[in-house]
């Protein structure tokens, strides 16, 4: 019988190994049992209000069509997420569930101008996603922040609304903004203005890109829009142009391999291309993208990593580092999280 050190086996356990999120919608990561909670205080009807009905509807198959397909299982989870009561609630179950994957730091994403069909401002929404966050601090071992996603379906005008709206929150719970939905080509050209404003008023920006369409919106989001993470980009791989654009201006491509899988952003599991990434010194994360939606964790994914991509323990370090340091928070921040590498 080979033995194996008991350094090993604790290593590539991968749920204790700690881990950083940089890429978390909010709306799709609810727990179906919540749906279920939520509907039935505040009266909304569902289509079933048994728990394995609403899995079904909340979870995404494999064999998505394509990506407009897995958006369609956001439907039930916006429709409890009208209240500034129950979005805290999800956020701090959010942040409870990821704790016990060891995360040690998320950024939590979602579109503020999606729960407002009830009457609360952007504004509101935004504060209530705080106050979950806030909560959730007090009671856990793990800290986060918010992405402000404008939705690519919408206007510019409505961007620059939810950029207006998390103004004042930035650095107090907000660090930046995103591009999120469906991906048609050429996008970028629609958001120059509201990407320009962010970056005055001080947000980070990192854009849905190269994950539904072609690699050339991942340079129009570089470029256009001055993104300095990718979402997904996993499009680049047979485009040299972008390849080699990424990797010289060291853009963070945050990477989501089941949910990859579910899109039909790569074609299968043993064909992504993130190893060969991070082998060739492209700086990547590793994320859930919808946690209920993709029925996954970060420890689900890090499982993926070393069950089919062969990650060991330099490579879950180096994903680490390069996670923390795209983390959109200050210095000292990063100081802390680096040296859980060394505890």
Do not use: W
């Not at 079904?56 to 394509?66: D, V």
């Not at 509201?194 to 190269?210: C, F, S, W």
């Not at 089919?308 to 959109?328: C, D, I, M, P, T």
Request: hydrophobic share 40%.
């Amino acid at each position: 019988m080979v033995k194996v050190e008991e350094s090993e086996v604790l290593v590539m356990d991968c749920h204790h190994i700690p881990k950083i999120e940089l890429h978390c919608h909010l709306d799709g990561s609810v727990r179906p049992k919540t749906i279920i909670d939520l509907a039935k205080k505040d009266g909304i009807e569902l289509p079933s209000y048994d728990l394995e009905e609403i899995e079904k509807l909340s979870i995404a198959p494999m064999e998505c069509s394509s990506l407009d397909e897995y958006l369609k299982r956001f439907d039930l989870p916006l429709a409890v997420m009208q209240s500034g009561e129950n979005i805290e609630k999800i956020v701090f179950e959010l942040m409870e569930d990821a704790l016990f994957e060891n995360v040690k730091y998320m950024e939590i994403r979602f579109a503020p101008v999606l729960h407002t069909k009830n009457g609360m401002s952007q504004k509101e929404v935004i504060q209530s996603a705080i106050n979950g966050i806030k909560r959730a601090e007090m009671f856990f071992n793990i800290e986060a922040t918010l992405i402000l996603c404008c939705m690519k379906h919408l206007s510019e005008e409505d961007a620059i609304e939810t950029i207006e709206a998390g103004k004042k929150f930035i650095g107090k719970g907000v660090s930046a903004v995103d591009l999120a939905g469906g991906e048609e080509e050429g996008f970028a050209d629609k958001f120059v203005n509201a990407m320009k404003l962010a970056k005055e008023y001080g947000y980070h920006i990192t854009v849905h890109a190269g994950e539904a369409a072609s690699a050339q919106n991942v340079i129009d989001s570089i470029e256009k829009l001055g993104a300095e993470r990718i979402g997904h980009g996993v499009r680049i791989e047979n485009n040299e142009e972008t390849y080699n654009l990424v990797k010289e201006k060291g853009v963070m491509l945050e990477i989501c391999p089941t949910s990859n899988v579910q899109t039909k952003a790569v074609d299968s599991m043993k064909n992504h291309p993130i190893r060969r990434f991070l082998d060739d010194g492209i700086k990547i994360s590793v994320n859930t993208d919808n946690r209920t939606v993709s029925n996954t964790s970060m420890s689900d994914e890090f499982e993926v990593c070393r069950d089919v991509f062969g990650f060991g323990e330099e490579e879950f370090r180096k994903v680490y580092a390069h996670s923390v340091n795209a983390l959109f928070v200050d210095d000292k921040k990063k100081e802390k999280l680096l040296r859980v590498l060394n505890q």
